[in-house]
């Protein structure tokens, strides 16, 4: 019995010294597997990274690109005219475009406004100091013309744009080519200084109060003067008996008037002397009347 418990000790010894060796193994032989899956791993990783590297790098062109942004803009602190004059000649069209273009066009629209104004100021003709309209005598406008040049002549006017004589306006004839409302109107801005028609629209004209009496701008040793002559008449076209009845001058004792060839039976008359009396008192010596 004891034979057979030495025996069964030795092999149980063994048989524990064998499994702890086994397991000792076994729990080796795993260690080295994790080791190896982790080196592995790790290595996947750090090629993943490589690639990944690889695929978002940048070309040379790109660096440059990116190391031209990086610089500091040369042109930032100075003046664009500057900068326009330091540009390759490539560049500068659409520098000036973006950077000039608006500018130069408000420049050059306000030049052609001071322009147009300085010319417009200095081509226009002056403002008249004695206009005549010769009502209802469109057909003798170059007679009526002849006059105006005689008189700026014997005024000795030094501008004949200063005197106008224009016999264009029609009143009374036809409804359609009745120019009153015109003349109304030129005559409250005082763009007519005296009037010259035929005694039936003279006296149409005196009814609207477009006409002026002598005394109003002659002086009264004028005034008696043409009225003794018998040249002054009243609105009837009669010889006026008094200088406060007198309204027109009778043309037919003009010596100018009727070397002009123009008709005897007309009257003339101031109306709305604006611009001082010396040309409209020049004018009556100047019809020269007998």
């Not at 010894?13 to 080791?35: F, K, L, P």
């Not at 005197?163 to 009374?172: A, E, I, K, M």
């Amino acid at each position: 019995m004891a034979g057979n418990d030495e025996s069964d000790g030795t092999d149980k010894g063994s048989v524990i010294e064998s499994n702890t060796s086994s397991g000792t193994v076994g729990n080796n032989d795993n260690s080295a597997d994790r080791n190896t899956a982790n080196t592995s791993e790790n290595e996947t990783r750090i090629g993943q990274t490589t690639r990944d590297a690889d695929s978002t790098s940048l070309s040379a062109d790109q660096r440059a690109a990116i190391s031209g942004l990086a610089k500091d803009n040369v042109y930032v602190k100075q003046s664009k005219w500057t900068t326009f004059r330091q540009l390759p000649a490539g560049q500068k069209g659409s520098f000036f475009v973006q950077h000039f273009l608006l500018g130069t066009v408000l420049v050059v629209v306000a030049l052609v406004v001071v322009i147009s104004l300085v010319v417009t100021y200095l081509t226009k003709p002056p403002t008249p100091v004695f206009t005549l309209e010769a009502v209802n005598m469109r057909e003798n406008s170059q007679q009526i013309s002849a006059l105006k040049d005689g008189f700026v002549k014997y005024d000795n006017v030094k501008d004949a744009r200063l005197v106008s004589f224009d016999s264009s306006l029609n009143v009374g004839r036809n409804s359609y080519t009745d120019d009153s409302p015109k003349i109304m109107t030129q005559m409250s801005a005082g763009q007519i200084n005296a009037m010259i028609s035929d005694r039936k629209t003279m006296a149409t004209l005196n009814k609207r109060g477009l006409v002026n009496k002598p005394a109003d701008v002659l002086s009264a040793s004028e005034l008696k003067h043409y009225l003794d002559m018998g040249v002054l008449v009243d609105a009837k076209g009669n010889p006026a008996t008094s200088a406060k009845d007198a309204l027109c001058f009778d043309l037919s004792r003009s010596q100018t008037w009727k070397a002009k060839g123009l008709p005897s039976a007309a009257l003339f008359g101031f109306a709305n002397v604006r611009n001082g009396k010396d040309h409209p008192r020049a004018f009556v010596r100047y019809l020269d009347f007998k």
